[in-house]
């Protein structure tokens, strides 16, 4: 079982929907979490840490589930824009940080 | 402008021959890191340092070494490149911990 897993995609929505993307993890004493956004074979950007009592920025919500072992990412009211690879990123505590494969979003007008 | 550099961006190379990718940051940022990413593996860890002279093995070190001499610098060596090295290679710097990491622009390594 790989330690961060992602469905890698194609998600393919309308503008102006609603996504949602899910990660899980297999090392119950990671520390923290993040998603990461990468277009194109560009560099990873942090979109935004996920903290246990969930957190939101802006169209974005992102929730952590440790007891279940997962993070998601919601997205509402899809740009064009959002097009991109998301990436669910996991540090175990030891500064090692374990990427998930990605989530390829094509947002469509 | 708050940056990782990388040099070169893109190198085409031949088994055997070493080389030496460089990496910078200019936030005094403790915490270095460099992955390589390939297609359906996502990216991986190679190597990190803490600090200077503190180094640390990742998920994938075989085949890469680095140094850690000064605090904004973080080079990546391949003492004998491999084909199997062919990849897109990042930097990334961060004050650790829940910090996020910033990266380089990547570095395109392809071995012949």
């Known amino acids: 079982r790989k330690e961060v897993e992602q469905d890698p995609g194609p998600f393919n929505v309308p503008e102006g929907a609603t996504v949602a993307f899910n990660c899980t993890y297999s090392n119950s004493a990671s520390q923290s979490f993040f998603w990461y956004r990468q277009d194109c074979r560009k560099e990873p950007k942090l979109l935004m840490s996920?903290?246990?009592s969930g957190n939101e920025d802006g169209r974005f919500t992102a929730q952590l589930n440790r007891a279940s072992q997962y993070i998601s990412l919601l997205i509402r009211d899809s740009k064009l824009s959002d097009s991109a690879t998301y990436l669910c990123v996991v540090d175990t505590g030891t500064y090692k940080y374990i990427f998930g494969t990605g989530t390829r979003l094509k947002v469509l007008a | 402008e708050a940056q990782v550099t990388q040099n070169p961006r893109y190198l085409i190379t031949v088994t055997g021959k070493k080389l030496t990718v460089t990496c910078s940051q200019n936030?005094?940022?403790?915490?270095m890191s460099w992955y390589r990413q390939d297609p359906g593996l996502g990216l991986r860890q190679i190597y990190y340092?803490?600090?200077?002279?503190?180094?640390d093995k990742g998920d994938v070190p075989e085949g890469y070494k680095v140094s850690r001499k000064e605090k904004r610098n973080f080079p990546l060596i391949l003492e004998s490149p491999s084909p199997n090295q062919t990849s897109l290679y990042f930097c990334?710097?961060?004050?650790?911990?829940?910090?996020?990491?910033?990266f380089g622009p990547g570095t395109r390594l392809t071995v012949l």
């Open positions: 340092s803490m600090n200077v002279e503190v180094t």
């Open positions: 990334a710097s961060s004050n650790g911990g829940t910090d996020t990491q910033y």
């Open positions: 936030m005094n940022h403790e915490y």
């Open positions: 996920v903290y246990s």
